[in-house]
């Protein structure tokens, strides 16, 4: 799948287009069994697909922080399979409040945002809060991970009705160093390789997941500029793991109406 354009995944160019505001898409990879991923979500706008996200509370998802849009508000699909249906299984919650990192000034570093639900998703077997590692570390190269999303099924194709996966595998450090040099940060970030037939992310699938051992370690963040099906350009993650004290912060905050 591919990384969102406008929305959806950050370009960087050598590629430095946000993965925010663009959208992204599995590129290859294969059709997801229906709601075998229920903690995906779709974040819409005027009901149009524009980044990915996972539920990690029945109140909050989380997701890339260049997914916002100030200029219309969002919607969160919950339980799809097929966004352009009314799936009976669908949850479409407006969204109540963003929280983008403190330090994300619109660039690749710290793009991680929570975004709290107007109301609390009604949990059931196609709407799951996927839990999130206890704790920080080194991320292992050459482990296989799974990622997922509504994103472009091509650099210039149209993103996916279906949800789709592909597998990367994680990169070591040096070589995402090599390629990326400042856009990158080991400390905040994965980055994965891949090659053109398994596919990966593009425009659309930002804000999704890498799911490594059954555990969201990354939220898709940016890709190749126009090219994100280029092996020689690993595919980068926000580090999860690296944000969780400010996640929990977030999400321990009471409510204002409350």
Not at 122 to 137: H, P
């Amino acid at each position: 799948m591919k990384m969102m354009g406008a929305w959806g995944v950050l370009c960087v160019v050598l590629m430095v287009s946000t993965a925010g505001a663009s959208e992204s898409g599995i590129v290859g990879g294969k059709v997801t069994k229906p709601h075998s991923r229920p903690y995906m979500a779709s974040l819409q706008f005027q009901g149009q697909h524009s980044c990915g996200g996972i539920l990690i509370r029945d109140d909050y998802v989380l997701t890339a922080a260049h997914c916002k849009d100030d200029s219309q508000p969002m919607t969160v699909v919950l339980g799809a399979h097929d966004i352009s249906k009314k799936e009976k299984t669908q949850q479409h919650i407006r969204v109540q409040k963003y929280s983008q990192h403190p330090s994300y000034a619109g660039g690749t570093a710290n793009d991680i945002m929570l975004v709290k639900l107007e109301t609390k998703a009604k949990l059931n077997k196609y709407v799951k809060a996927i839990g999130l590692s206890k704790k920080n570390g080194d991320i292992r190269a050459n482990v296989r991970c799974a990622v997922a999303g509504w994103g472009r099924t091509a650099v210039d194709g149209r993103t996916s009705d279906v949800l789709k996966e592909a597998t990367e595998v994680t990169q070591f450090k040096a070589e995402c160093e090599s390629v990326w040099k400042e856009h990158f940060s080991s400390e905040n970030m994965i980055c994965t390789k891949f090659s053109k037939k398994t596919g990966g992310v593009c425009q659309g699938d930002s804000g999704g997941p890498l799911i490594c051992n059954s555990k969201p370690l990354g939220l898709t963040s940016f890709t190749k500029e126009n090219d994100c099906n280029n092996p020689k350009f690993p595919h980068v993650f926000t580090k999860i793991n690296f944000y969780l004290p400010w996640i929990k912060k977030v999400m321990n905050e009471k409510r204002n109406d409350e």
